[in-house]
């Protein structure tokens, strides 16, 4: 509520730099979705042509071909990434020797580069020369090479396994921090009542997490949308464009292909959902506030 | 009221004018002179490994006193340069190199302000960019070879003559000057020049029962040679590299398709008009029909050759694990800096790896058509209205340009991994002291007059980057068949050139 004419001048400067930083990119890159910008012209001589770009992406079979991966990439990803970290989160809640040694452990992927993991992964899974392939042949599940992300077919799946080793550890510690808060005298009160292991964590536990897992989810949702350096590193888009999402394709697009306009274009269509999902974000983390505030 | 540079005129412009002219006139007069400067000695006719010996350090070069003859060494101006220097992981004669270019500079023209930025390659083109939409570029930049096409169109670089630098056009390699003329002008000079060659392990030959010191001839070979080294070795034949959104997979596959008579447009032409698309003729079918032989059909390649850049065949080749790959002249010192890093036994046989290791010219096609990528640098003059400050110091660019590109120090600047762009730097003891201690730079260089540069286009990276990529996935993979994968990719490049933009 406004109190004082004073305030504006002390958030001024954030204002400034967040319009600079984010507002002018922004408009910026809606502008540039209504021109035309061959590879062969400078940007300003750029020429207006409306909708075009916005109508080229969304009648292109190759924009529905990635935009079915991108689902695949981002539902499949966030799933598992919350299951693991979920399960990860409640084997740690229970006190055990070793706990905070296995806590750390399980942080490691979140904290190690996405670069340096994805060309990890990509040793690890080559086609010639990988550690998981050796070890399937040595213990007789496989013959011969395994072709994990140089087949087209199981390429994308490999690489959001990746994704899920990297980000699980994510989900972890937003649902550890989430099962503090659960009541102790509630799942006692449902352990006298009979109530057995399964339906203490149903009914007791996961109700409890509901508001940490929507914004864990919307989280992770987000960021496996803009997921850019796994698929890039390690296929760049291939095999014949199988690993190709959203995020790289506008990528090349612009910058490999130059063509900044439908690139634009793509991003715009990309920032309009990022705002659906931020708007969803934002109600998540602020339900119950007006309750608050009127009380 | 503006003057012709769209810049506000200020007093005192008639003087000068007078003075422009006078500077002009002095220009030309100098520039007729120093044309001789360069007299070609060298026979291009001639080359081969053996010539390229044969001819270094029989004359030397006084850069200094000859660019003197360009622009006076008591010249007082201004230079801003960008380029990319050596950096922390590069050799130290490379850093020595630099160093000295710089101070025989500076002794040179002592009255030249420079103002120099060494930006590394991944930076350098993104960070041009950035600074044309802002007018604050430097006078002068070094690209990649094709680096300067997106700018030649787009209209950020001057025209330039050799001439006006104290060279003339026969002191290029022409493959080179073809790589940096747009629309039939020269925006740039080549600075320095390099091609690929063909490396193999003899060893591994030896074991496969090929002759170990000699190179497949043709790119038939390569394909039965691949299939014997797998067949008998258990091994990967030939490198193959096959990546998506990779440079690495044109600079190894579009000399095996000019080779075979293809081409992605008519670059191979001595006059290129790069408006006729040869990416689906019969030349450019049977090259793609020799790598699905060696992918799909024999599998004699790395499985991983899709999502492999050269950098993943380094490994294998080094292990003994791979017989046969296409390698820039710098491989044998990349291979000597793995040897060196390996322990225990994977020591043995990377020293052993080094021992066997061979260089040879690029096979050739059916009918004898050997080719390989032109690589290399261009330097190139920005156009006043897009350069910090708004103005070009022409005489200081030109005595830059003229002492960078002189004989020896085009040969010394480019000492680690290319050759010198001005041709006349073959004749330099320098190059003589770089082929005494530099194994197989005489192979390398020899494979210079097979060079052919990627259209020059500014579509071109999208072309090789992608499409060509796209097209042997596409095939090797089975998702299209050869003669489909070919029509496709002929398809998406007349839809790039005729400027429909690629891709979606």
């Not at chain 1, 980000?167 to 989430?178: H, K, R, T, V």
């Not at chain 2, 500076?106 to 939409?133: G, M, W």
């Not at chain 2, 992608?466 to 998406?492: C, F, H, R, S, Y």
Request: proline letters at 5%; one cysteine or more.
């Amino acid at each position: 509520m406004y109190t004082s004419r004073f305030d504006y001048l002390y958030v001024a400067p954030a204002l400034l730099v967040m319009l600079i930083v984010i507002a002018y990119p922004v408009y910026y890159t809606i502008e540039l979705s209504f021109y035309k910008t061959p590879a062969s012209l400078s940007l300003a001589d750029k020429t207006f042509t409306g909708l075009d770009n916005y109508s080229t992406v969304l009648t292109s079979a190759i924009f529905w071909k990635v935009t079915w991966q991108t689902i695949i990439w981002t539902v499949l990803s966030t799933l598992f990434s919350f299951l693991l970290g979920l399960g990860a989160a409640l084997a740690l809640h229970r006190a055990f020797i070793g706990r905070a040694l296995l806590r750390g452990l399980l942080l490691i992927p979140w904290v190690v580069s996405a670069v340096a993991a994805s060309y990890v992964w990509k040793w690890l899974y080559h086609s010639d020369f990988g550690a998981i392939g050796a070890l399937l042949n040595a213990v007789g599940l496989t013959k011969g090479p395994v072709n994990f992300i140089d087949n087209s077919t199981t390429s994308l799946y490999a690489l959001i396994v990746v994704n899920v080793w990297k980000e699980f550890s994510f989900a972890m510690i937003m649902l550890m921090a989430g099962l503090q808060t659960v009541p102790e005298s509630l799942l006692r009160a449902a352990q006298v009542d009979g109530a057995s292991a399964w339906q203490r964590f149903w009914h007791v536990t996961m109700p409890q997490l509901q508001g940490v897992s929507t914004v864990t989810v919307l989280l992770l949702v987000v960021q496996n949308f803009n997921s850019f350096i796994i698929p890039f590193i390690m296929t760049g888009g291939g095999p014949v464009g199988s690993t190709q999402i959203w995020i790289t394709h506008i990528y090349e697009l612009a910058f490999l292909r130059q063509n900044w306009g439908v690139g634009a274009a793509y991003a715009v269509l990309l920032f309009l959902i990022m705002m659906v999902l931020g708007y969803f974000y934002v109600r998540a983390l602020t339900r119950g506030d007006d309750k608050r505030a009127g009380a | 009221m503006t003057n012709s540079e769209g810049r506000v005129q200020r007093s005192g412009s008639a003087t000068r004018r007078h003075i422009a002219k006078f500077a002009l006139a002095a220009m030309a007069t100098t520039s007729l002179i120093s044309t001789s400067v360069y007299a070609q000695a060298v026979d291009l006719s001639k080359w081969s490994p053996e010539y390229v010996k044969s001819i270094a350090g029989t004359k030397d070069f006084d850069a200094a006193k000859d660019c003197g003859a360009v622009v006076p060494n008591d010249y007082a101006g201004n230079v801003s340069y960008w380029y990319t220097g050596p950096f922390e992981a590069d050799p130290q004669i490379a850093h020595d190199q630099d160093k000295a270019f710089w101070d025989a500079f500076h002794a040179a023209y002592p009255n030249i302000k420079t103002d120099v930025q060494s930006i590394t390659y991944n930076e350098l083109l993104d960070k041009f960019r950035t600074a044309l939409l802002g007018n604050s570029a430097p006078m002068v930049i070094r690209l990649q070879i094709l680096g300067g096409v997106e700018f030649a169109a787009k209209g950020y670089l001057n025209p330039v003559k050799p001439e006006d630098y104290g060279f003339t056009a026969a002191d290029f390699w022409p493959g080179a000057l073809k790589s940096v003329t747009y629309d039939n002008t020269l925006y740039g000079l080549p600075t320095n020049n390099e091609t690929m060659a063909f490396i193999w392990n003899a060893k591994v030959f030896k074991d496969a029962g090929l002759d170990p010191e000699a190179a497949p001839k043709t790119w038939d070979d390569v394909v039965a040679y691949s299939k014997q080294i797998h067949d008998k070795l258990g091994i990967s034949g030939y490198g193959l590299v096959a990546k998506q959104n990779a440079g690495n997979t044109p600079f190894r596959f579009m000399p095996q398709l000019w080779a075979y008579g293809g081409g992605s447009l008519d670059e191979t032409a001595a006059s290129p008009t790069y408006k006729s698309v040869e990416i689906n003729n019969a030349g450019s079918k049977a090259a793609l029909q020799a790598a699905y032989q060696m992918y799909a059909v024999d599998k004699s390649v790395p499985v991983s050759a899709l999502t492999n850049t050269q950098a993943e065949n380094q490994a294998p080749f080094i292990a003994g694990q791979l017989g046969m790959m296409i390698a820039h002249p710098a491989e044998y010192a990349k291979m000597l800096d793995l040897a060196s890093k390996a322990t225990g036994a994977d020591k043995a046989t990377a020293d052993a790896v080094v021992e066997n290791m061979r260089y040879g010219l690029m096979p050739t096609g059916p009918d004898g058509k050997r080719a390989v990528v032109f690589g290399g640098s261009n330097i190139h003059v920005v156009k006043p209205e897009f350069v910090d400050g708004g103005k070009v110091d022409e005489q200081a660019v030109r005595a830059l340009i003229c002492m960078w590109d002189s004989p020896e120090w085009s040969t010394r600047l480019a000492w680690v991994g290319s050759n010198p762009g001005n041709i006349n730097g073959f004749l330099t003891t320098s190059m003589k002291q770089r082929l005494d201690t530099i194994k197989f730079l005489d192979v390398t260089t020899s494979m210079l007059p097979n060079g052919i540069p990627f259209p020059v286009l500014p579509e071109s990276p999208e072309i090789m980057n992608i499409v060509v990529p796209d097209m042997l996935q596409n095939a090797l993979t089975g998702n299209m068949t050869v003669d489909q994968a070919t029509e496709d990719a002929a398809k998406k490049i007349e839809t790039i050139i005729a400027g429909g933009g690629g891709g979606i």
